[in-house]
Nanobody, 125 residues
């Protein structure tokens, strides 16, 4: 059983940056593909980015491509999301998720078995 804890959210002005972290425990971190999803008020949870178990394969939603960067440090059991050029529409609760699948990371939430509690990101205009 993998436990995930996100941190790093907060309030930032448009154009600013934040770095989210997700610390994993309770499993062998390097066995899992990791992803970030987000959910804005009144909207469905949506895929943001994912990284495979080696860190060599990443994928991004079109809405964040070129602005966000996902990375992982298997020695620290952590995955990160560096968010640059933030926009008000990036405002959401951001969730970290883990999947034991070792292929190309999934972009759908149903394929992730483990979830963190979320961290709020608010971008002011």
């Amino acid at each position: 059983q993998v436990q995930l804890v996100e941190s790093g959210g907060g309030l930032v002005q448009a154009g600013g940056s934040l770095r989210l972290s997700c610390a994993a425990s309770g499993g062998t971190f390097s066995n899992y593909a990791m992803a970030w999803f987000r959910q804005a008020p009144g909207k469905e949870r949506e895929f943001v980015s994912a990284i495979n178990w080696t860190g060599r394969s990443t994928t991004y939603a079109d809405s964040v491509k070129g602005r966000f960067t996902i990375s992982r440090d298997n020695a620290k059991n952590s995955v990160y999301l560096l968010m640059n050029s933030l926009k008000p529409e990036d405002t959401a609760v951001y969730y970290c998720a883990a999947s034991s699948y070792r292929g190309t990371p999934y972009v759908t939430s149903i394929n992730y078995a483990y979830w963190g509690q979320g961290t709020q990101v608010t971008v002011s205009s």
